[in-house]
């Protein structure tokens, strides 16, 4: 097994970052990558000594300041002030495999040969993340516009060696961890500073975390939703693939596919039903979740598009001699697709939650909260309470953020795309949706067994033997938050086929 990912120009896919992370691959960079970065570099040094003319955020300020002419024996120290002067986040400290992603996708970026950046800085880059030597970065501070600042100065001041960094699970100052390696702090050149900050590595290190995890969880809301729907005596017949032929969105057709596939041989989906219809929360799920998945392709392809991007700015083009700048830094796609992934996956936690509302209402021969002697016991009454509760709490933080936008730099920077923020609540939210989903398996486990003796399916019984070993059922109450708990670990433990996921 090749536990070695180069840095090259083949393009990162969802696939491939979740076969890097899960396997703790380590990166180099590519002959081809070493090259590009040497090339650019050497040209930008040339340029310099050629050019008298100002070029931005090489030899002048930063952001209003972009007139200001910077002598060249000052270029070093422009850039190492760039970097401390905008480490200036606030909020929650950004999560590990966030900050990871951060130092992944910005190697990747600077490896096209557009930034001049030196190799030594992006060899330090790998080091860190080879080392699982993570810089302490916070959640607030990006406007999503300029490049996520904030955050990426936090990312750099290791770098030089100031900021501070978490290292065998303590925080410590990178001064301390350099020593550690007996590495000396990098001496950033021209545009170094301005390479590191500017780009969009924040938003789509949350981006792509995000979005692996709305797959997986999509996976499995057609999974508990088929659980349900059985535990439900549901029909199947709405499922057909004639019904979605003539309504053929692929994410529809797909989810009543595999819904069909998970039931196939349920000894209760085929028995006769008493019932013509069942509410929309189980005859609708090819549609909604459907809608989901056709929303997390399009955020695929962008976030695709955008971990394979140059994002600092100035841009430089040797084969053209020229050095161009421009806009790359923006976030706006990435903003409108965190966005629409945010309202996506809280409409599969709103849908999840009323199956448990279902499942718990004493319909369909089911005792009323699924537990027995019910009012001696309240049984599974406040299980969906707190799935209410999260949904409601998911509402808000669907909110569009890119809707948003405020004038920084003294005017210079007056559209900003709020990215960031739609970054960090889309991470918040698909958490919350697994919460969600992990109440409606405990709900439908338990109202599956009342069913008993008939079966579900062969792979939904096979399933459910698995998660009983470790939530059993539940005959009277009991603490049920440590139930919830033990449920979420199940989801994050079970491991899926990334073809499953990502196809």
């Known amino acids: 097994m090749n536990l070695i990912h180069q840095i090259s120009d083949s393009p990162l896919n969802l696939s ?60 070093s120290k422009l850039q190492e002030n760039l970097v401390m002067s905008h480490a200036c986040g606030m909020g929650d400290e950004v999560p590990d495999a966030v900050v990871k992603l951060m130092l992944l996708l910005k190697i990747q970026s600077l490896s096209y040969g557009h930034s001049g950046v030196q190799v ?37 001041l290791p770098i030089i060696g100031r900021g501070m960094v978490k290292y065998k699970g303590k925080q410590l100052a990178s001064s301390e961890v350099l020593k550690q390696f007996n590495w000396k702090p990098i001496q950033l050149q021209s545009k170094e500073g301005l390479a590191l900050l500017n780009g969009t590595q924040f938003m789509i290190a949350y981006g792509v975390a995000g979005l692996i995890e709305s797959f997986k969880l999509s996976y499995f809301a057609d999974l508990i939703g088929s659980i349900s729907l059985d535990a439900f005596d549901g029909r199947i017949e709405p499922f057909n693939q004639l019904v979605h032929l003539v309504r ?43 809608a989901t998945k056709d929303t997390l392709k399009f955020a695929e392809r962008t976030f695709i598009t955008e971990m394979n991007a140059v994002t600092d700015n100035p841009n430089i083009f040797i084969d053209a001699d020229e050095i161009i700048s421009g806009g790359n830094f923006h976030g706006q796609p990435l903003a409108l697709a965190l966005d629409y992934l945010k309202i996506a996956m809280a409409e599969l936690g709103n849908i999840s939650e009323r199956r448990t509302f279902q499942l718990v209402s004493g319909n369909r021969e089911l005792p009323a909260f699924l537990i027995d002697n019910p009012g001696l016991n309240s049984g599974f009454m406040i299980p969906q309470y707190t799935a209410a509760s999260i949904v409601s709490a998911n509402k808000q933080l669907a909110t569009p953020a890119s809707v948003d936008s405020i004038v920084s730099s003294n005017g210079q920077e ?10 960090v609540q889309s991470y918040l939210l698909i958490e919350n949706v697994k919460s969600i989903l992990a109440i409606e398996l405990l709900n439908a486990s338990q109202a599956l067994m009342f069913r008993s003796p008939k079966k579900s399916s062969l792979f939904i019984e096979s399933f459910l033997k698995s998660y009983r070993k470790e939530v059993k059922f539940a005959s009277e109450d009991q603490i049920f938050h440590e139930l919830m708990k033990t449920t979420v670990s199940f989801i994050d433990d079970f491991c899926i086929d990334n073809k499953l996921l990502f196809d």
């Not at 970052?17 to 396997?23: H, K, L, N, R």
């Not at 030594?120 to 490049?147: C, E, H, K, M, W």
């Not at 007056?414 to 970054?423: F, I, R």
């Open 16 to 75: 491939l970052v979740q076969d890097i992370i899960t396997q703790n691959k380590k990166l180099e960079l590519s002959e081809s990558a070493i090259h590009k970065i040497v090339e650019c570099r050497n040209y930008l040094d040339q340029k310099l000594k050629e050019n008298v003319k100002p070029i931005y955020g090489i030899n002048t300020g930063f952001g209003s300041l972009h007139n200001v002419k910077i002598s060249s024996e000052n270029l």
């Open 120 to 156: 030594a800085t992006v060899q330090r880059l790998i080091d860190f993340y080879n080392n699982d030597i993570l810089p302490i970065i916070y959640t607030q501070g990006s406007l999503g516009a300029s490049g996520d600042l904030a955050p990426l100065a936090h990312m750099s």
């Open 248 to 290: 053929p969105h692929n994410g529809q057709i797909q989810t009543a596919k595999r819904i069909t596939e998970f039931l196939e041989g349920s000894e209760i989906i085929n028995q006769e039903k008493n019932h013509v219809q069942d509410p929309y929360s189980f005859r609708c799920i090819p549609q909604v979740h459907g």
């Open 414 to 423: 007056d559209h900003v795309s709020m990215g960031a923020n739609a970054a």
